[in-house]
């Protein structure tokens, strides 16, 4: 078999000339099955992606990522501050699920699923390929003097990318502070509001940067996923792949020649035709083996499926194959490794479960107010709290009440006659609680305190009562 014979790949990236500096891809526009399948799949998830922040589920988000108030609403489950506990869960297991999903079968996140692919691709590529037109176009409009056609060209991509870029940013926004928030936002005018309105043309300029000028460098440099890769494939992932050995043969890849029988020459099944670095859209030869650059895309599967098909060969020179399927000509196996991550994955799935069961949908805290001790209201005792009660529910508690359980006392809730809390929102206040001392069997008690709302019981919460040490 030959060598593969320039080995200059191994110390550069396609993206990155020899003087260091940028250099710009201009794939040729991809065609085929995978293509067409991809696109059907990527429209689907941009409706997704855009939706998403706007779909309601009993009253919940669907996706919701409020950092700064650090609540998170996953498939409507709301996760809040106090149930950060169940949100790591839930990254765990999508980097668990992520891990095992490479091991089996590659970046096949990166070509199909990832929102950068497909915001890349099937939005921003193709404006770009409908305005500049394919590959040999793009690279004549580049090195074209600026006349009204480039002119017109440009500004007209440039625009659309704006509009596509603000567009994005507004659902992102949806997803940080809630579609809710936003929707009001813009009713009540950006006057109102002009500090989002700052943060937003910062996220359009970002999206606009990423889409327009760094593109393939998110993948490449930028990724953390990305970066993973070598470590977590292995001879048995399934990926996009060259077929080396039939590619290669015995004498190496040659160009095609009409007039000669090729089996009998030795001579591999690559035509050298570069078709399929040519539309690749990191710019890479998927012939110099699996490569961190592949986002798994399949553009060359297509490319180089047709060319085959052209040249009478068997198409599949470069398909989902794993280096022991190469090689071995073995199938694919469910390896130990796949089997430990699959077993770990449904452990952590279980215990998600479990505890989302487990989970209360109100929660009520009562707290002694710090560094306060207690005072003798005539024959009682008194100690003062702080309350906090969240509602995960979507309706309102209209009248909270708080009833002791045991010891007898009262319970004085300072301020608002009627305690409300709205639907997703949260109680604060304080209030006294009063026992008469006979009561106390200690100095530190604990009491069980019942919140209602109406008739309702919704929570039980529990404390402690400090009283004079003579009573012990
Ligand atoms: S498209 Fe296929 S035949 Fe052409 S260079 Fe690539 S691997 Fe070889
Ligand atoms: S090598 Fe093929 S699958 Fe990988 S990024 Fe390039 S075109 Fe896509």
Redesign the pocket.
């Known amino acids: 078999m030959s060598k593969v014979q320039d080995e200059s790949f191994r110390d550069t990236i396609g993206t990155i000339n020899k003087e260091g500096n940028r250099a710009w891809i201009f794939p040729k526009k991809p065609k085929g099955p995978f293509y067409d399948k991809r696109k059907i799949l990527s429209y689907f998830l941009l409706v997704f992606l855009l939706a998403a922040p706007f779909i309601k589920i009993n009253g919940h988000q669907f996706l919701m990522f409020n950092v700064m108030e650090r609540r998170f609403n996953i498939f409507s489950f709301p996760f809040w501050p106090q149930d950060f506990h169940l949100f790591v869960i839930s990254m765990i297991i999508g980097v668990v699920g992520l891990a095992l999903f490479t091991v089996a079968f590659g970046r096949i996140f990166c070509?199909w699923f990832c929102p950068q692919t497909i915001f890349m691709e099937m939005v921003f590529r193709r404006i770009e390929y409908w305005i500049d037109g394919d590959r040999g176009a793009q690279i004549r409009l580049k090195k074209q003097e600026w006349n009204a056609e480039k002119i017109r060209k440009r500004v007209s991509k440039w625009i659309l990318f704006f509009i596509f870029s603000f567009l994005i940013a507004n659902v992102f926004l949806a997803y940080l502070v809630s579609s809710d928030r936003l929707l009001l936002m813009i009713k009540e005018g950006p006057a109102l509001h002009s500090g989002t309105l700052i943060a937003l043309l910062i996220f359009t300029a970002v999206f606009y940067f990423i889409f327009a000028w760094f593109r393939e460098q998110v993948c490449i440099i930028a990724c953390p996923y990305g970066r993973m890769q070598g470590v977590l494939l292995d001879n048995k992932s399934i990926n996009?792949a060259y077929d080396y050995v039939r590619g290669e043969k015995e004498i190496g890849r040659a160009k095609f020649n009409k007039q000669e029988d090729r089996a009998s020459t030795g001579k591999g099944d690559c035509i050298d035709c570069k078709q399929?670095v040519h539309?690749?859209?990191?710019g890479?030869d998927?012939r110099n083996g699996t490569q961190l650059?592949?986002?798994?895309?399949?553009?060359?599967?297509d490319e180089c499926d047709t060319i085959m098909e052209s040249v009478g060969l068997p198409k599949g020179l470069?398909r989902y194959a794993s280096e022991d399927e190469i090689v071995k000509k073995e199938r694919f196996v469910f390896t130990n490794r796949m089997k430990g991550y699959a077993a770990v994955l449904t452990i952590l799935i279980g215990v998600l479960i479990g505890m989302l069961f487990l989970r209360n949908d109100v929660e009520a805290t009562i707290l002694r107010l710090p560094g306060q001790l207690f005072e003798h209201k005539g024959e009682n005792i008194s100690n003062v709290y702080t309350y906090k009660i969240i509602n995960k529910t979507n309706k309102t508690f209209e009248n909270i009440t708080f009833k002791l359980l045991e010891p007898k006392g009262t319970i004085q809730v300072v301020g608002a006659t009627k305690v409300k809390v709205k639907a997703d929102g949260i109680a604060k206040g304080t209030l006294f609680i009063e026992i008469n001392p006979a009561y106390l069997e200690g100095d530190k008690i604990k009491l069980k305190i019942e919140v209602f709302d109406g008739e309702n019981l919704i929570e039980t919460a529990t404390t402690n009562f400090m009283g004079p040490r003579s009573f012990n």
């Open positions: 070509g996009v399929c539309v690749c859209p990191t890479i998927i650059e592949c986002i798994n895309c399949t553009a060359c599967i470069i």
